[in-house]
């Protein structure tokens, strides 16, 4: 069964640590998930953006086949289903699909019409007891079309969309998707305090989680960062372990070829990546 992400979130807060988002893609990255998360005993939140829901066939797909795999893979920790980046007419669509959790972007809005928006899907979202994720100061870099400009969130605009009833916040603190430039200036820990200190007990969100040292990672649980999102990271692995694949030599396109085993070495790839980053978030052990 999906469960909200808020209850696992206010729990990470309390206990300080972080809960691994980890975008999902296809079958294979969706089982290496739910199963490194039962095996580490992690609650785990599953990542769907907008495109990657059009290329599995659909939020009602989805749904189905994350509900099969919780049931027939006896996955026994707490896992949401999530719309990451979400449009306002998306995070309808995923609700009404039975997605637990859903993040609505309206950072690239002037902050009323932010408020506007995210006030309406706040009512909608609980009155079918799913939890809601919103965003100030839009994250830098593109991920599936959704481009930021790594933007650091005001402080008290973060407070004006905390206190619409949200249960989780996105504050842009100079994160950015994809892979960080050699230049990159790193977090805000500045603003990130100051985005804590007014927002009080709301769970705060990083996302672009790929390429922050450990470092800034454990220094952004302790200002109250409890849901981490990782993505890039996983492609890059993913791809990284079926090229070598290729490259040792195995017949692909011979008599015989079983796609399975061309996709196994990114399986492993990806099992392994999730597990080290819910070590790193202190996740580990918390279901």
Not at 60 to 85: F, R
């Given at each position: 069964?999906?469960?909200?992400?808020?209850?696992?979130?206010?729990?990470?807060?309390a206990?300080?640590?972080a809960?691994?988002?980890?975008?999902?893609?296809?079958?294979?990255?969706?089982?290496?998930?739910?199963?490194?998360?039962?095996?580490?005993?992690?609650?785990?939140?599953?990542g769907?953006?907008?495109?990657?829901?059009?290329?599995?066939?659909?939020?009602?797909?989805?749904?189905?086949?994350v509900?099969?795999?919780?049931k027939?893979?006896?996955?026994?920790v707490?896992?949401a289903?999530h719309?990451?980046?979400g449009?306002?007419e998306?995070?309808?669509?995923?609700?009404?699909?039975?997605?637990?959790s859903?993040?609505?972007d309206?950072?690239?809005?002037?902050i009323?019409?932010?408020?506007?928006?995210?006030?309406?899907?706040?009512?909608?979202?609980?009155?079918?007891?799913?939890?809601?994720?919103?965003?100030v100061?839009?994250?830098?870099?593109?991920?599936?079309?959704?481009?930021?400009?790594?933007?650091?969130?005001?402080?008290?605009?973060?407070?004006?969309?905390?206190?619409?009833?949200?249960?989780?916040?996105?504050?842009?603190?100079?994160?950015?998707?994809?892979?960080?430039?050699?230049?990159?200036?790193?977090?805000?820990?500045?603003?990130?305090a100051?985005?804590q200190e007014?927002?009080?007990i709301m769970?705060?969100?990083?996302?672009?989680?790929?390429?922050?040292?450990?470092?800034?990672?454990?220094e952004?649980?302790?200002?109250?960062v409890s849901?981490?999102?990782?993505?890039?990271?996983?492609?890059?692995?993913?791809?990284?372990?079926?090229?070598?694949?290729?490259?040792?030599?195995?017949?692909?396109?011979?008599?015989?070829?079983?796609?399975?085993?061309?996709?196994?070495p990114?399986?492993?790839?990806?099992?392994?990546?999730?597990?080290?980053k819910?070590?790193?978030f202190?996740?580990?052990?918390?279901?």
């Amino acid at each position: 069964m999906l469960t909200a992400a808020k209850e696992m979130l206010d729990k990470a807060k309390a206990g300080k640590y972080a809960v691994g988002q980890f975008n999902i893609n296809n079958l294979e990255w969706t089982k290496a998930v739910l199963l490194t998360a039962k095996e580490n005993k992690s609650p785990v939140i599953l990542g769907v953006s907008e495109g990657a829901g059009k290329y599995m066939g659909g939020y009602n797909t989805i749904v189905g086949m994350v509900k099969g795999m919780i049931k027939d893979l006896d996955i026994d920790v707490p896992v949401a289903l999530h719309l990451d980046h979400g449009s306002y007419e998306h995070a309808i669509k995923c609700i009404e699909a039975g997605f637990s959790s859903v993040m609505f972007d309206g950072s690239h809005y002037p902050i009323l019409e932010n408020i506007r928006k995210t006030e309406e899907l706040v009512k909608f979202a609980h009155s079918r007891n799913v939890s809601i994720e919103a965003e100030v100061g839009s994250i830098g870099g593109e991920e599936d079309g959704v481009i930021g400009k790594g933007e650091v969130a005001d402080a008290t605009e973060c407070k004006l969309i905390a206190d619409l009833g949200i249960d989780m916040l996105a504050a842009g603190i100079g994160n950015i998707h994809g892979k960080y430039p050699d230049n990159w200036a790193g977090l805000d820990f500045k603003a990130l305090a100051e985005i804590q200190e007014l927002t009080g007990i709301m769970p705060l969100v990083l996302h672009g989680g790929t390429g922050i040292s450990e470092e800034m990672i454990r220094e952004s649980i302790s200002l109250g960062v409890s849901k981490i999102n990782v993505n890039t990271e996983c492609q890059l692995t993913f791809a990284a372990a079926t090229r070598k694949y290729i490259e040792e030599g195995h017949d692909i396109l011979g008599k015989g070829f079983d796609p399975r085993k061309l996709l196994a070495p990114g399986y492993e790839a990806i099992k392994k990546t999730v597990k080290e980053k819910m070590e790193l978030f202190g996740s580990v052990g918390q279901a």
